[in-house]
């Protein structure tokens, strides 16, 4: 491609390099990076500076690599595009957007503190379930049909719920090329912020809820609900499918502020003024009994999972197919059919003495506190909760979850959960600041063999805060670490030698 026909149906970029000779602008493109390191001949560099490093500082090394384009925030020589009051970042994803110049149709932004990750998956399934080809990215990487497609899963070091923008744009791409026609993609705060999803054609989005994290990163709440808003105020265009719960506060004064927008909006929750109203959340065993009001209709649904917070990931992904004009009766007929995402509310039985152990990603005090209120509701006996909190991370909310697994919990037990550059030992004080009563067990490894030995029956396990995640993070070194291949590994041993006696 042609830099000049990569331009032409883009102002940002028409502005940007109007004045580019025609030599240049007559150069074919082989690729784009904002790392220097990716760099071969013919590509466009972007210096882009980052948390830790400036791209400027390695614009030599770019052109060494076969750079025929540099842009950066200024110019640090005649041979540098600078990009003035626009941001590199937005430069960047405008360049991947037009070069990767294929989306699906359908395109479902979810943002919010909690659930994107299951309400992501739940309009995957629900879209399948009405017969499109669908995928789902995010957190768990890029989910096609029943299948995962391996190679955008994320590494154990990048672990980001909005892909990095070259990975963004070019499995927007490969997506459209098989036929995937509606995604629902995982829109991050972090993804907002750094103009990652700027260039994404969306055609609609959800708000699920706010509550305090990344604050270490936003500074502050209002900061961080506004960064969530972008994608509502500033990338939507006009006539998109919106689905926001009023139940949160900040849900709430969303729709207040979009409400005159031009947006099909669908609102969610047990407010009186919802328009998908929930009436009734039962816990029934291992089953949610779920009564919803849709234009004065009932509709009943029975979903296999745990926990009234999932019913509300479940609705979200009801509302926005809605909001796209999809027949009410078939979504909400479908939900019964529903899966939970990998690490979200995941159970694993112990046969031996019919207790139950739960793997969930919950890190947030909210989170926590939705999860351990799930497990109350239906518990019969003792609640064990077995978490830690991440290093380099908001160490605001570590005492607070602390007091959260005590007020909740019949024995806490505290471990490690990605203590990066942090001392583990310090970030298990903080913690136990909440807790001080706790059990406090280093290893993770031997933390889950504890908490699992405790067991009696009908008890109830929660280990939470990795879900999903398949490695853990200590200093400088990612080792392989899953919550639930260890507790699956401890009953199995547990079960043998119970056999073997």
Not at 139 to 159: D, V, Y
Not at 168 to 174: F, V
Not at 346 to 362: G, K, P, R
Not at 469 to 489: C, H, N, R, W
Request: aromatic share 8%; glycine share 6%.
């Amino acid at each position: 491609m042609l830099l000049k026909d990569l331009i032409s149906k883009n102002k940002i970029l028409l502005d940007l390099l109007k004045n580019v000779p025609d030599k240049i602008l007559n150069h074919n493109i082989n690729g784009i990076s904002g790392n220097s390191k990716n760099i071969k001949n013919d590509y466009i560099y972007v210096a882009i500076k980052g948390a830790q490093f400036d791209g400027s500082d390695f614009i030599n090394e770019a052109r060494q690599n076969g750079a025929f384009l540099i842009i950066a925030d200024k110019s640090y020589d005649k041979n540098v595009i600078s990009t003035n009051k626009i941001s590199t970042r937005l430069v960047y994803t405008e360049l991947l957007a037009s070069f990767y110049n294929k989306q699906p149709k359908e395109i479902i932004g979810v943002t919010g503190t909690n659930g994107k990750t299951s309400t992501v998956e739940f309009c995957r399934q629900l879209w399948v379930q009405a017969g499109w080809k669908a995928a789902s990215m995010g957190t768990l990487g890029t989910k096609i049909e029943n299948t995962l497609n391996k190679s955008f899963l994320k590494s154990p070091k990048q672990n980001l719920t909005t892909f990095d923008p070259d990975e963004l744009y070019k499995e927007l791409y490969s997506l459209e090329n098989q036929e995937i026609s509606h995604l629902a993609l995982e829109a991050s705060s972090h993804g907002l912020d750094q103009f990652r999803l700027d260039s994404v054609k969306f055609t609609g989005a959800i708000f699920t809820n706010l509550s305090h994290d990344h604050l270490d990163y936003h500074k502050n709440i209002e900061n961080y609900f506004n960064c969530k808003k972008r994608l509502f105020t500033e990338i939507l265009q006009n006539n998109s499918a919106v689905a926001i719960n009023i139940d949160d506060d900040f849900g709430k004064r969303l729709f207040n502020e979009i409400k005159n927008n031009k947006h099909i909006i669908v609102t969610f929750g047990k407010s009186s003024g919802a328009d998908v109203k929930i009436i009734s959340i039962k816990q029934n065993n291992q089953n949610i009994d779920l009564v919803l009001e849709y234009r004065s209709l009932i509709y009943k649904s029975t979903i296999g999972m745990i926990g009234e917070f999932q019913s509300y990931n479940v609705v979200a992904a009801a509302s926005i197919c809605i909001a796209l004009g999809i027949d009410a009766n078939l979504i909400f007929k479908s939900m019964s059919y529903l899966k939970p995402a990998r690490g979200r509310m995941e159970m694993i039985s112990s046969s031996h003495n019919n207790s139950m152990i739960i793997i969930d990603y919950a890190h947030t005090p909210e989170a926590l506190r939705y999860v351990l209120n799930s497990i109350k509701e239906i518990a019969k006996e003792k609640i064990i909760t077995l978490f830690g909190c991440g290093g380099d991370r908001d160490k605001d909310k570590r005492k607070f979850m602390g007091e959260l697994a005590k007020e909740f919990s019949d024995l806490v037990i505290v471990t490690d959960d990605n203590p990066r550059s942090e001392t583990p030992s310090n970030i298990r004080k903080d913690i136990l600041e909440g807790c001080p009563n706790a059990v406090e067990i280093p290893d993770r490894n031997k933390a889950i063999n504890y908490a699992i030995s405790k067991l009696q029956k009908n008890d109830f396990l929660l280990i939470a805060g990795k879900g999903h995640e398949t490695s853990q993070t200590i200093g400088m070194e990612t080792l392989p670490f899953d919550d639930y291949t260890v507790a699956k590994e401890t009953i199995k041993n547990i079960e043998k030698s119970r056999e073997a006696d």
